[in-house]
């Protein structure tokens, strides 16, 4: 079986499954402090799922990434394993709306046991195709100690369910959270990672993030220009994020391009950025629903801002694992002092200024992503200027 489109069509399936899941949580109908806290339990669940199914997409990608075979037998318990997986989304909904019931705690819980217990047989299909590297999928994939952490953490959690159902979703983000943890502390620190596979489910989650954006947009309830209108400041709101993460997608695109070394420490930045990127949709529709109130821009411009780190963390890291492509790194991953300023200074100008002028969250925005068009602008006649030398000097040195 081809292995690449094989891991591309189960990229694609865990893009979709994993982006879906902020679609629950959709934007209060009161713009107070209150209604976004009763949404805690939406959040709680959507951390947990997300860091859930990242963590074992990077499982599956080392195990997939090493095996010789791909059998129609690894293909069926593969196919297993992605329809429990499908499930996350419904009971992190239903979960999320009633954080403090028996039921959909457990539920929530039982089926990310099942989704284990299908990866586990991932894993011993993958043996039974590959008898050879047996070791090797379990150092990768289901290791002893693997294998105690994840089995341990559910136990405890069924066990305490009963008394204390909430314990389901803290279960779940403390698994997450061990997952990376654990891929961070010992020799998988520094493993590589598959760099095309990366990007293009990065890309697959981008490009579903920036498409939910235009599901804030409801259809006129009438037929005149005013019924048309009435959507005017949430298509505002759209375009504006919109925008925004094309831009990012091409920063991101710019970083990535010139590093040849990516490792686990750079896949967990890279989920943190994807965890606020994801975030967009709902927060612009919460800033398009209530343009002029506080706490919506504050809330829009707070997650621009823990985006915003979260990539400078991932430039850094790619700095230090890239040596040789540092100028570069620096200057697109905004490292340097312009760049940096213009990012983190307009930033906390919309945030002090959305006190005095709430609207001010959505324009300084609009600012931030057109500053970025011109510098990337720049920066790509710029490069293009050095191709062409390049290339009439080769052309040159050829002719003499």
């Not at 961070?184 to 598959?194: A, D, E, P, T, V």
């Not at 750079?266 to 994801?278: A, E, G, P, R």
């Not at 570069?328 to 490292?335: A, N, R, S, T, W």
């Amino acid at each position: 079986m081809n292995k690449e489109r094989f891991t591309g069509f189960s990229d694609a399936i865990i893009a979709i499954e994993v982006t879906i899941l902020i679609l629950e949580i959709e934007a209060p109908e009161h713009a107070t402090l209150s209604a976004v806290l009763n949404q805690a339990g939406s959040f709680a669940a959507f951390i947990a799922s997300f860091l859930l199914m990242m963590a074992t997409w990077y499982f599956h990608h080392n195990i997939i990434n090493a095996a010789h075979h791909i059998t129609f037998s690894v293909y069926l318990a593969n196919t297993l394993w992605i329809f429990v997986m499908s499930l996350f989304p419904f009971a992190t909904a239903w979960v999320g709306r009633y954080p403090f019931a028996f039921l959909p705690e457990c539920l929530f819980v039982s089926v990310t046991l099942v989704w284990m217990l299908a990866y586990s047989f991932l894993v011993h299909s993958l043996i039974v195709a590959n008898p050879e590297q047996r070791f090797e999928f379990y150092a990768l994939g289901n290791s002893r100690i693997n294998l105690t952490w994840r089995y341990g953490i559910i136990g405890l959690v069924l066990l305490i369910l009963p008394w204390w159902p909430v314990a389901g979703i803290l279960g779940q983000i403390s698994l997450g959270i061990a997952s990376a943890v654990l891929t961070l502390r010992n020799n998988n620190r520094h493993q590589k990672i598959n760099k095309s596979r990366l990007i293009a489910f990065t890309d697959g989650i981008i490009a579903i993030i920036v498409t939910l954006l235009v599901l804030q947009l409801a259809v006129p309830s009438g037929i005149h220009i005013q019924n048309l209108f009435s959507q005017g400041i949430k298509f505002v709101a759209y375009a504006i994020s919109f925008l925004f993460i094309m831009i990012v997608w091409y920063n991101h695109h710019d970083l990535f391009n010139g590093a040849k070394m990516i490792t686990t420490v750079v896949y967990w930045d890279n989920v943190v950025w994807l965890l606020f990127l994801s975030l967009f949709p709902y927060v612009t529709a919460f800033v398009g629903e209530f343009p002029n109130k506080r706490l919506p821009e504050w809330l829009y411009v707070i997650v621009q801002l823990c985006w915003s780190l979260s990539y400078t963390k991932m430039a850094h890291d790619l700095r230090r694992l890239n040596p040789e492509d540092d100028a570069h790194i620096q200057f697109v991953g905004k490292l340097n002092g312009y760049n940096a300023l213009a990012l983190y200074g307009g930033l906390i100008i919309a945030f002090v200024m959305v006190y005095f002028i709430p609207v001010s969250g959505l324009v300084v925005t609009i600012l931030l992503a057109i500053f970025n068009v011109i510098r990337a602008w720049q920066d790509a006649r710029h490069h293009e200027k050095i191709q062409l030398a390049e290339k009439q000097e080769a052309h040159h040195g050829t002719r003499e």
